[in-house]
């Protein structure tokens, strides 16, 4: 199986990671429109991987399936994976405020909110995912196909919000809770043997911009995209009026994170070969 975001354009020319390969022969299937008649080819390798099986294979098929090859193939209205993706972050959210409050009692409020916000992050979401190989099965858009969605951050953490919600769908909130608990147990480990740090990334930048002798950090806000129920943010980070880097995420604070993640690991350890400040 390739790695996730490993395919080639000889991989995409043979058709290997195209939309079409993952349907299969149009068959009409009991509870289907004529819109959705068709079946997953794949299905059963990505049932096995979430470790779950659906009752009804074209929720699993709906959840794979990205706006623009639904745009494409003329799919009625609501047969891609965006109000699954909402759904989806809403039980995420749910889930891993109840894991972290039940097994973790010994952190503060703030503390919980902290690492909440990293397990549940687009960053955070888009490595599960691609942990997964998800990206594989993603059924886009020949103008997506062709930039490179299956290696997408905001793709892929999309992706990753509408299985869980398919599976909330199709077996209800103790299947979805029993996966989620499966995925996340690394990361919640890790918090409860106190191998996970809380990052602010923003702060630890400033500390390091000030040990620098840089001036503070300037966060502007590029871009804006999405719903309104799904708004996607794109922050640019400057030093000095410098561009140093964009991060993204689902609201402004993830997103400035996301650029100070991004910039404390470009800035040098010293101003031996830093950018002039002066």
Known sequence: MPRCGATTD??????????????????????????????????????????????????????????SAANERKFAAGHDNEQMEFLGDSIIGFFVSDFLFREHTSLSEGELSKVRAHLVSAANLSKLSCQLELGEFLVLGKGEEKTGGRRKQALLADTFEALVAAIYIDGGLEQARNFLLRIFKPDLDAVGSGGFRLRDFKSQLQEKLQALHFPPAEYCLVKETGPDHRKYFSVELKINGRRMTEGHGGTKKRAEQEAARLALEALPATTQYAIDAS
């Open 10 to 67: 000889e991989d995409c020319r043979r058709g290997q990671f195209s939309s079409e390969r993952f349907f299969k022969s149009p068959r009409r299937t009991a509870g289907l429109s004529e819109n959705v008649s068709l079946m997953l080819e794949n299905a059963s390798k990505l049932e096995s991987i979430l470790g779950y099986s659906f009752r009804r294979p074209e929720i699993l098929e709906r959840a794979v399936t990205h706006s």
